[in-house]
Structure formats: structure tokens, C-alpha cells
């Protein structure tokens, strides 16, 4: 009896303990902004909406949202809605809020990051008018899989000097859209775990950052600019593969600047512009440099150098 009395109390202490470690995501709350011009952060007071909130519970409601931030505002497990009902004017963001998923579906409020950035699970836009200004700080999406960050349908979006991070980790697939903005830095993290990502959208990025190891679908007949210098590394054992998505149909790169890949593989990529000189790389195939450029196998791969453009 005294052993199963024993068991009892370290079976209900194991649970409250990992009660207390795993988050409570089935009361993870939706929050609709209704601030019209107000700051976002953490109090949910001092907004547009009905008794001076910022964030509802329902469209253009006027109750509270129970959102895991103070006074209701959305946390780490909350997914956070504009939309047609949100109204004019500016959330401005003053801290570096922690949220769920984004939806600025149909948003005429305006957005304003500052310096400020936000960390987000993922972020769809499908409004055709924006008003997102993303400012100087860092956009960074925790999501391992699905549509990621989608901004097809973006317009009057200003994100050339802020830093998209992408987080590693993960075997499933992963897409972001990213629309005909101008970036400032897209960061992608390496992936061991086999989960590729599918890049749509014929963007300008300031630079491009991509850790090894990483897969890469780029969409077929479509032009990405690389502003700065284009540097990949990686190494034998870890690889960077750029790919079209369609295969037999090249995608572009249009660098800025000269660029450089070691232990990388390519299929179906042009370049232009400038030249692209990949060493200790895997030419598989259907690969135009009309910037220039070269593919040198690794030592000993067999197959010889392939020395195009200049």
C-alpha cells in the first residue's frame, strides 16, 4: 500500500509538472484588431475599439480578446486577424510582440514595425492593399512546415531594410510567397531533417543568407534579384541544392554583385548580370550563366570543370 501511495503522489506531481511545461494551446484565442490608431502592445487598452480596446474576440467586435498577453492581448499561442472590420489608421508596433499565426486577409489598417520586429508562426496576407510597413526590425517565423510567410497579394508594403528569418528543422515542406516586394535580408537556417523549401515570387532581396544544408525549388520563368554579393557555403557532407520547381524550365537569378557557392548543386538556373562561380559544386544540368560564371566539381568528382561566360 505505502509503494502505490508513493506512485499515486509521483504520477499527479508528473502531470502537474508537465501541465505546467506544455502550453495551453486549446484555449489559444483568435484577437481582431479594432484599435483603429493605437499602439500594439501588451495592456489591449487605449485603442478605437468599443471602451478604448485594441484587440476583440470577433470581427469588429467590441468584447475583450482572451488572448494569452496582458489584459487579453494576443500571446505566443493566439493567432491575430486584420481585416475589413479593423478600421483605418496605424497599429504601431512599440515592443517586439510574440504571436501565433497572422492573417492581414482584406487589412486597411496600416501596420507600422519601426525598429521593432515580431516572432510569428505564419504570416498570410491575401489583401490587395496592405499597409504594412515591416521597418528596420526582424520578422522571424518559427513554422517547421505548410505556407510559411505569403504575401501574394501584397501591395503598399515596405520591408527593404527589415530581416526575414526562416527557422531550420523540420522534414515536412515549406513554401513562402514572397510577392514582388523588396527585402532586405532573407535569412533561411540549415536543414538536416530533409525539409525543403518552394519559393514563389519575382522579389528583390537585399541579401540572401542560406545555411547548409538546404533545398531550394525556385519558381520556374520567374526572375529573383540578389542585390549584394550572393555567398553560400557548405560542405561535403552538407550540401545546398538550387532547383527549379518545374523541371526543364529555368528560374533567374539576377545578381547584383559577383557570387560565389561552394558545395552546392543547381538544375534549370540562369544567371544574369553578374557572374556566379560555384567550386567544389554539382552541375546538374540545363544551366545557363549568361553573367558568366563557373562549375567545378569537388576533387575527384569526375567530369571536369564547366567554364561558361566570361
Known sequence: MY????????????????????????????????GGSANWDGTNTGGGGAGGIKWASASGGGTTCAGGGTGGSPGAADAVTFDASSGGGTATVTVTPTVGNINTAASVTGISFGVNGINYGTWTNTSGTSNINFGSGTIASSATSGNVFLMASASNVTASSATFTFVGGGSAARTITLGTVSYGTVSFAANSSGGGWTVTGAATIGTLSIAAPNTMSMAASTTYTITNALAISGSSGSVVAFQSGTFGTSFTLALGAAGTCTWCSIRDMTNTTNSFTLTNSFDLGRNTFTGGGSISPPSGGGGGGRIIGG
Do not use: E, G
Open 3 to 34: 509503494r502505490l501511495h508513493d506512485m499515486k503522489k509521483y504520477l499527479s506531481a508528473l502531470v502537474l509538472w508537465v501541465a505546467f511545461l506544455i502550453p495551453d494551446l486549446a484555449n489559444a484565442a483568435t484577437c481582431f484588431w479594432v
